[in-house]
């Protein structure tokens, strides 16, 4: 297992690596527009690649913690860092944003003569594109690999492509203006105000998703497909299960779940179920799972959803329990119907 949370925990580092490279790449091209130009709408998009670099170095080190094997000190591991280096992202996107309109509002009260405004989108359009291409690879890989650092990178990464496609749209409008004989470099610095908006909103987002993670909320899309994987290996003996909770640590996921197993199972064949257990969530996520099964015996109730042939059985079979996220997550056993939680059987002892 360790060997193959390494091999991801590499591939998501080394892939962070070729994003900071290209980030500074593409920063010095930008800047390059931003002198050639004297556009402000470019010095936003320049300003923004700062923002890049600095995040992709952050990220960079969260993912080289992140990949450090657990200890005494983090008997879980260190994958929290991601979610402090999201977190820092998002604050310095927010920054980086608020700095713009700031620029904006400076060119709006004096005005600067914007110049090779043509040769200025053709770099900003080049920019974009490699943004793109990348940051989509990152999204895509992070999401696989599990790493939010990586793929609050490649989500930064495209919405600064949309930023861009947005301000080579205006100034295209500008620099028909001036072929047309129309001033319309007004557009400059109120372009450069709409995505400064835009961009503080993104590192927002960045940061509530950050926080979301901190405060443990819980993942719908990766608890249905748990549940998915429960369903489809689901066995005779696992009556019934609930308090289904999954965190996420780094590249991680912590399962914990109660299961009801029959009450005169021994010791080797509580052993087993947890194994199948392990084994029905780890055919979806791979091996980078650290599951926990809290068994609880059957109760008088739980015969009705149990089709075990079993000496103590006190009821007949009706049906069994139909497990969904909601009852998964629920905190009790469940009842006939599954539409009442049992408690005042639970509280008497029964």
């Not at 974009?128 to 990178?153: D, H």
């Not at 987002?205 to 249905?224: F, N, Q, S, W």
């Not at 799972?289 to 079979?317: N, Q, W």
Request: proline share 2%; hydrophobic share 45%; with cysteine.
């Amino acid at each position: 297992m360790k060997n193959q949370m390494s091999d991801v925990c590499r591939e998501s580092y080394g892939f962070q690596k070729s994003i900071v490279i290209i980030g500074a790449l593409l920063l010095i091209i930008k800047f390059a527009a931003y002198f050639i130009t004297n556009s402000v709408a470019i010095f936003t998009d320049a300003v923004e690649s700062i923002v890049n670099v600095a995040a992709g170095c952050i990220g960079l080190y969260a993912l080289y913690m992140s990949a450090q094997p657990a200890d005494k000190s983090h008997p879980l591991g260190h994958g929290r860092i991601e979610l402090i280096s999201a977190s820092v992202e998002g604050a310095m996107i927010a920054v980086a944003g608020a700095l713009i309109i700031l620029e904006a509002f400076n060119d709006l009260l004096n005005p600067k003569e914007i110049s090779s405004l043509n040769v200025g989108i053709l770099l900003v359009i080049f920019a974009a594109a490699v943004n793109f291409v990348m940051g989509t690879m990152a999204v895509k890989k992070g999401k696989a690999n599990r790493s939010l650092a990586l793929e609050s990178s490649g989500r930064h990464l495209r919405s600064d492509t949309a930023s861009s496609v947005g301000i080579v749209a205006g100034l295209s409008v500008v620099y028909a203006g001036m072929h047309f004989g129309y001033d319309l470099y007004i557009l400059d610095p109120l372009i450069a105000l709409l995505f400064g908006t835009i961009i503080i909103v993104t590192g927002a987002k960045v940061i509530k998703k950050a926080a979301d993670d901190i405060m443990d909320k819980a993942d719908a899309e990766i608890l249905g497909k748990v549940a998915e994987s429960l369903i489809e290996h689901r066995s005779e003996d696992w009556i019934d299960i609930h308090n289904l909770i999954v965190i996420k640590y780094g590249s991680t996921l912590h399962i914990e779940m109660h299961v009801t197993l029959p009450f005169d199972m021994t010791i080797g064949e509580f052993e087993m179920e947890n194994r199948l257990l392990c084994e029905s969530v780890s055919a979806k996520f791979g091996d980078a799972v650290d599951l926990i099964m809290m068994p609880e015996p059957c109760k008088e109730f739980s015969c009705i959803h149990c089709e075990k042939d079993c000496g103590s059985r006190r009821a007949d079979f009706i049906e069994g329990v139909n497990w969904n996220v909601n009852l998964l997550s629920q905190k009790y056993q469940h009842a006939y119907g599954n539409r009442v939680v049992i408690r005042d059987l639970k509280e008497r002892g029964i």
